[in-house]
């Protein structure tokens, strides 16, 4: 027997704010980025696809050699850490950021890529800002045509960061 039930006033049409959740829908639209050419694969430094309209601050062969692979595993060695207030890199500083890309791509390193996790939405949203920049698709668009729509997903609603683009 299944059982279902809805609370604070939502009903089976209603749509649910699942925040974090939106990192692993990135993750996978990165991968169907792959798919489709949009992105050659996971081992990309990103570097390339923001230095033509950021002037990245202490540009070092460190932060040139971070990965796709280690946004998607949040392994960059950048000081961005969502669950350390201290942490340079806490989204709680976004809020006084004019440009959360900016923001996100001059954070010092302070360990190597690949060998420490640290939960960091700023890198999910560079994916969303490379799928967004290879598709020429909004992110919620890019969803829809090649992940939403195809199973059956009509009604959706994004938040999408950062406040401003190039």
Excluded at 73 to 91: I, R, Y
Excluded at 124 to 141: F, H, M, T, V
């Amino acid at each position: 027997m299944a059982f279902e039930k809805y609370f604070n006033g939502l009903t089976v049409d209603s749509l649910h704010n699942v925040t974090s959740v939106g990192k692993s829908i990135t993750s996978a639209l990165v991968g169907i980025a792959i798919e489709k050419g949009y992105i050659s694969n996971k081992n990309e430094p990103i570097a390339p696809y923001f230095k033509k309209d950021y002037a990245i601050e202490k540009l070092s062969t460190e932060k040139e050699d971070i990965q796709i692979y280690h946004l998607l595993t949040m392994s960059a060695g950048w000081d961005c850490d969502d669950w350390n207030e201290n942490s340079l890199g806490n989204t709680m500083h976004f809020p006084d950021a004019p440009d959360d890309f900016a923001f996100t791509l001059d954070l010092p390193m302070i360990k190597p890529n690949g060998e420490y996790f640290s939960y960091c939405s700023g890198g999910a949203n560079l994916l969303g800002e490379i799928i967004r920049r290879q598709s020429k698709l909004s992110l919620q668009d890019f969803g829809d045509k090649y992940l939403f729509n195809p199973i059956g997903v009509s009604q959706n609603e994004w938040f999408v960061t950062p406040k401003s683009t190039p």
